[in-house]
T-cell receptor
Framework: GAVVSQHPSRVICKSGTSVKIECRSL??????MFWYRQFPKQSLMLMAT?????????EQGVEKDKFLINHASLTLSTLTVTSAHPEDSSFYIC???????????FGPGTRLTVT | AQKITQTQPGMFVQEKEAVTLDCTYD???????LFWYKQPSSGEMIFLIY??????QNATEGRYSLNFQKARKSANLVISASQLGDSAMYFC?????????????FGKGTLLTVNP
């Protein structure tokens, strides 16, 4: 299957600071990138969808100014959590997509803890 | 809109036995795909099996099989000969057909525990 990496795998930051999470599709050209958030003992919830070179589309209830998504190339997308608060502590997972494949792969996830 | 329902928050199975994890869905898309993923405690999402809505036969992948009943809108996962390593969270998901650039909608998941 496709190789998708995320960095960092774990991050602890102080309230009010910003954190950037990188997602790379190493052998896969991702025309679309999905960003999910998963709280403990819950399912994955889609936060936003981005297409390479264009602005992201955010799901209802997700603040676009707080969760900045950049999808500048077919192999790299970033999610920046700005002015993080403890309630942003969660597991963030990226998932690249393309028209040419039915398979849907996921990055290994980033566990964010805001203190 | 799409909706996935997994009614079993938790399931227990004895090692070497078979277990069925339930999944029902609802969609207005005429063509769609159904997925099952395994999520161990590490958090990674592991793809298990895929069923297209127009596939005539039920999908199988090793010990995993998908019992697809289109008229009943169900896509249950059957795991045969359970192993201790099968203990994990299992998610059913669906997406409209056309490629992986369409979003997945997930169910709430079922936590499977395999007992020795």
């Amino acid at each position: 299957g496709a190789v998708v990496s995320q960095h960092p795998s774990r991050v602890i930051c102080k309230s009010g600071t910003s954190v950037k999470i990188e997602c790379r599709s190493l052998d896969f050209q991702a025309t679309t990138m999905f960003w999910y958030r998963q709280f403990p003992k819950q399912s994955l919830m889609l936060m936003a969808t981005s297409n390479e070179g264009s602005k992201a589309t955010y799901e209802q209830g997700v603040e676009k100014d707080k969760f900045l998504i950049n999808h500048a190339s077919l192999t790299l997308s970033t999610l920046t959590v700005t002015s993080a608060h403890p309630e942003d502590s969660s597991f963030y997972i990226c998932s690249p997509g393309t028209l040419n494949s039915y398979e849907q792969y996921f990055g290994p996830g980033t566990r964010l803890t805001v203190t | 809109a799409q909706k996935i329902t997994q009614t079993q928050p938790g399931m227990f199975v004895q090692e070497k036995e078979a277990v069925t994890l339930d999944c029902t869905y609802d969609t207005s898309d005429p063509s769609y795909g159904l997925f099952w993923y395994k999520q161990p405690s590490s958090g990674e999402m592991i793809f298990l099996i895929y069923q297209g809505s127009y596939d005539q036969q039920n999908a199988t992948e090793g010990r995993y099989s998908l019992n697809f009943q289109k008229a009943r809108k169900s896509a249950n996962l059957v795991i045969s000969a359970s192993q201790l390593g099968d203990s994990a969270m299992y998610f059913c998901a669906m997406r409209r057909s056309g490629g992986s650039n369409y979003k997945l909608t997930f169910g709430k998941g079922t936590l499977l525990t395999v007992n020795p």
